[in-house]
Every structure is written in structure tokens, then in C-alpha cells.
């Protein structure tokens, strides 16, 4: 259709999209799901007292991601991140200030520290996400609402407000848009990511400004990317997926500060998310609808093993099994029955990477019946290339069960049957990883894992700093005790 000057685009046209229509819109003018995301992030931040478990949620996620970009900093993929920015820089102006990058003392730009923090905090692959959204929104939304945080010097309740309006944009978003976003090859984290990074970081800059905040969000969404082709390979592009939105959504955030507009029809336009990045689904009721379960940053989930999340209930089953198990030379066969989504992204016979390890029910759950732990703290691609679990990996197989897509978003189910050269066989089922909310994880496992993820770059004590400064955050004072013990020189 094309238009001339002054015709109302407004398109009438519908899309059946299973469970409802969705209207398509042009993108002239307000929108009303716009602003109604918009206020469900300030209300989600300003209805959450120091005491509230969306603060203690947000206080877990913070420390969490701040410690798996610590120990991003000794990764191959986090060298190459720092040493594309070694050279210091600092804005010339007067009113903006450098922000703090994890693991160095030296001060990026805004835009530079959020891009590097997050791609630092997904380099060990073990950061949060959201089973209903499809993605990880730590990457993308504490490195922006960081830089926005030190921009305008505010303090802890302010940033964890700024991290708990960003996941809530994040829960909403992703939800309303997929699984149909991430079935045409997007990925969530980039392009949700960068969305929920500018609300956050937006609701920092100007807390409860609903103009400032759409605006935010309309820039964001109008450059945001990221495609799932990496899932093929297992490269290092994954991890710059989500430092990119982290990017693009702190310096949305302050363009719109400094006045520009955005399409605010930019989720369900005429060329907008829904229309040219979700095949035309939108469930507004996610976007527009009050919550009765509280603000969604309480639906994030936290991995204890650094791998794909959609291995993790086979992985579980693994470990279950492997006591009752013979040595792995003696097991015949494993087969992997899972859902749909999970044979797409992760059935992987062989990898060439630790990325694309990570990504591979095959080795993953052969990894786990060999050595018995895949945590942080023995991550290494040496453990794949174990002969061992080389061998047991070419005799797992991966099968989709059509009838556990059924449980799909409730559950991430993974069946396992392990085989015996003796003739034995064994089988185990997990319905849900542990870390889910439904099974989350304690301060003490949180802490644990937090120290395996950063033992490498702090002394016991620098980490010790930084648990202390994450723990009382949600009390009035400065940000610096946190950011000072964030860019502790490394060991």
C-alpha cells in the first residue's frame, strides 16, 4: 500500500494468531499498549519497597551477572571484548562521566561499558533468563541501568528499581511475541534485550517519566537485532547479542532524554516487532495486563551449569542417573526424549567450540555422566574433548516427544533412557531445572555460585566487598562501594 502526505495508514487488517486476533496499526501517532507497558514498568518499580522480593530478586540478579562478568573477563571471547576497547575513553563534556567495566579500572563511555559488561556477563553462559519470555534479560538491562546509575549518581533502591522496570519490560515483551519471534530465527535477548535495556536505563534517567520511557523503547526496538544463526555453529556471536542491546538501550535512554521521539506503534505498527519480526503475533494481554504473581523480574530463573538452558533438566537427569550407573565405557546408548524448541536449538552430535558444546544436549549430558559436575568451576572445553565423552557422546541420541511440547511454558521438561552393555536400563524425568522460580535457588547456593564465577579474577576478600556492597543495595547511599569493587584490578 503506498500513501500519499496527510492519508491516515491506519491498517485494519487482522492476523489470526491461534489463541486471538492482533490488530496491525500504522505507525503514526501514540499507542495505547506503549503507554501501557510503560506505566507497568514504573508501577512494577515504584510499588517495590527495600523489603519487597522483587528488590531481593533484583539484588540475586544483580550479583549474579556482576560476578559471570568478573569471570567473563578470562575468557577468550571477553579478552577480545576489552581489547577492542583498551584504549580509556572519556566523553568531553563536562556533565557526562566514565562508567565502570567489570574486572578493569579503566572508565568507558556509557554506551561502551553497558556493550562490554554485557557481553562479558553472558561469556560463561550462565547468565538468568526467562522460560516465558525466551531470553536472558541481565545482559541487556543491569549493564545500561549501571551506566545510567553512575551518569546520574543515584543510589541503590534507584538502580534496582531501574533493573526491576527492565525486566519487566523484558517479561512482557518477550512473552507477547513469542514463541513466534524466536521460531523465524530472532533472538529474544538482542532484540527484546535491547527494549528492556532502555526502560531500565530510562527509568534511572528519569524515574516515572512514561514520555521519556515509551520513547526509550520505541528508539530501541526501531535498531534492535539479533538472529539465532549461531545456534548452528556454536560462535562467539551469541555473546554479542546481548552486549549489543545492552548498548542500544543506554543510549536510547539518553537520546530521549535529550528530546528524540520514537514510533511509539513500534510493537505492533504496521512495520513494527510484531508485523516484520514475530509473523504477525502479538498477545496484547501480556503487555497490558496486571499481574497477580507481582513484577516479572520474580519469574527469572538462575543456571548452575554454564550451558544452554534447554540441556539443564537433561543434564539434571544425568546427574540423577549416574550414581546407579556403570563407568560410561559400559553404557550401550542414552536417549534424550524432548520438546521441540529443544531438539531445534540443542541437538548438536558434535561441536567445534565450548560454545557450541554448551549448546549440545549430546555432549552436555554425556559430560555430565563422565565427569559428574558441570559447574563453573570446572568449565573447560578440555572436559568435552575427554575421550570418554567424545565416545559417549556419539551414542546419545535426541528425540522429539510431541506430547512434552504440550507443557511448554510452564515446564522444560527432558526424559532420559540409559541403556547398560549389561542389559540394564534406567530412566529419569525432570519436569524443571532447580533455579526456576518455582525452584529457586538459596542466598547461599546463589553466593556459592557467584564465587566459582569470579575466584579467577577476585582474592576472597575483594569478593567478599562486592557481596556486601550488592547485599545493601536496596539502602540509601552511593553506588560506589558496588562499582569500586566491580573493577578490582584482576589477579
Known amino acids: 500500500m503506498t500513501l500519499k502526505s496527510g492519508e491516515d495508514d491506519t491498517d485494519p487488517r487482522t492476523a489470526a494468531t491461534g489463541a486471538a486476533e492482533v490488530r496491525v496499526r500504522g505507525p503514526l501517532g501514540g499507542s495505547a499498549l506503549m503507554e501501557q507497558l510503560a506505566s507497568h514498568c514504573v508501577s512494577a518499580a515504584a510499588g517495590s519497597p527495600a523489603d519487597s522480593p522483587a528488590m531481593t530478586r533484583a539484588k540475586e540478579c544483580v550479583l549474579d551477572l556482576l560476578t559471570l562478568a568478573l569471570g567473563g573477563t578470562r575468557t577468550e571471547v571477553g579478552q577480545m571484548a576489552l581489547r577492542s576497547r583498551s584504549a580509556p575513553f572519556f566523553p568531553d563534556r563536562s556533565d557526562v562521566r566514565g562508567c565502570s567495566v567489570a574486572g578493569i579500572p579503566t572508565s568507558l563511555s556509557p554506551g561502551d561499558a553497558a556493550g562490554v559488561n554485557g557481553l562479558l556477563g ?7 533468563g526467562m522460560r516465558r519470555a525466551h531470553g536472558h534479560p541481565g545482559i541487556a538491562v543491569i549493564p545500561a541501568v549501571l551506566a545510567a546509575a553512575q551518569l546520574t549518581d543515584a543510589d541503590g533502591p534507584t538502580f534496582l528499581r531501574g533493573v526491576i522496570a527492565g525486566y519487566e519490560t523484558f517479561g512482557r515483551v518477550g512473552a507477547a511475541i513469542n514463541p513466534a519471534h524466536l521460531s523465524l530465527g530472532f533472538h529474544p535477548s538482542g532484540t527484546v534485550g535491547a527494549l528492556a ?4 536505563a530510562s527509568s534511572v534517567l528519569a524515574p516515572g517519566d512514561l514520555n521519556q520511557i515509551q520513547n526509550s523503547m520505541a528508539l530501541a526496538g526501531s535498531v534492535s537485532g539479533g538472529l539465532m544463526e549461531y545456534s548452528h555453529y556454536g560462535d562467539m556471536s551469541s555473546y554479542f547479542v546481548g552486549g549489543n542491546a545492552a548498548r542500544v538501550g543506554i543510549d536510547a535512554a539518553l537520546l530521549a532524554r535529550a528530546g528524540m521521539m520514537g514510533p511509539l506503534t513500534v510493537l505492533e505498527g504496521t512495520y513494527g516487532m510484531a508485523a516484520t519480526m514475530a509473523n504477525r503475533t502479538l498477545h496484547e494481554s501480556e503487555l497490558t495486563d496486571i499481574k497477580e504473581d507481582g513484577p516479572h523480574i520474580l519469574q527469572t530463573y538462575t543456571k548452575l551449569f554454564p550451558s544452554c538452558r534447554h540441556t539443564h533438566s537433561a543434564i539434571e537427569a544425568a546427574l540423577y542417573l549416574r550414581n546407579e550407573l556403570p563407568p560410561a565405557n559400559d553404557i550401550e546408548s542414552v536417549q534424550i526424549e524432548v520438546y521441540r524448541l529443544a531438539v531445534d536449538e540443542c541437538n548438536r552430535p558434535t561441536a567445534a567450540s565450548l560454545a557450541g558444546a554448551e549448546s549440545s544436549l549430546q555432549m552436555t549430558v554425556a559430560a555430565a555422566l563422565v565427569h559428574g559436575d558441570l559447574s563453573l568451576e570446572h568449565r573447560s572445553y578440555e572436559r568435552y574433548l575427554d575421550d570418554r565423552v567424545q565416545a559417549l557422546s556419539r551414542r546419545v541420541t535426541v528425540v522429539h516427544d510431541p506430547g512434552l511440547d504440550a507443557a511448554l511454558p ?18 529419569a524425568q525432570v519436569d524443571l531445572p532447580r533455579g526456576e522460580p518455582e525452584q529457586p535457588l538459596t542466598w547461599q547456593t546463589l553466593t556459592g555460585k557467584a564465587w566459582s564465577a569470579c575466584s579467577g579474577v577476585l582474592t576472597r576478600e575483594q569478593f567478599t566487598r562486592l557481596e556486601s556492597a550488592v547485599a545493601s543495595l536496596d539502602r540509601p547511599g552511593s553506588l560506589r562501594q558496588l562499582t569500586n569493587a566491580l573493577a578490582s584490578n584482576p589477579l
Do not use: E, I, Y
Request: aromatic share 0%; hydrophobic share 40%.
Open 197 to 200: 535495556a532502555a526502560a531500565g
Open 122 to 128: 553472558h561469556a560463561l553462559q550462565c547468565d538468568d
Open 410 to 427: 510452564d515446564q522444560r521438561p527432558a526424559r532420559l533412557t540409559v541403556r547398560t552393555a549389561a542389559g540394564g536400563t534406567a530412566r
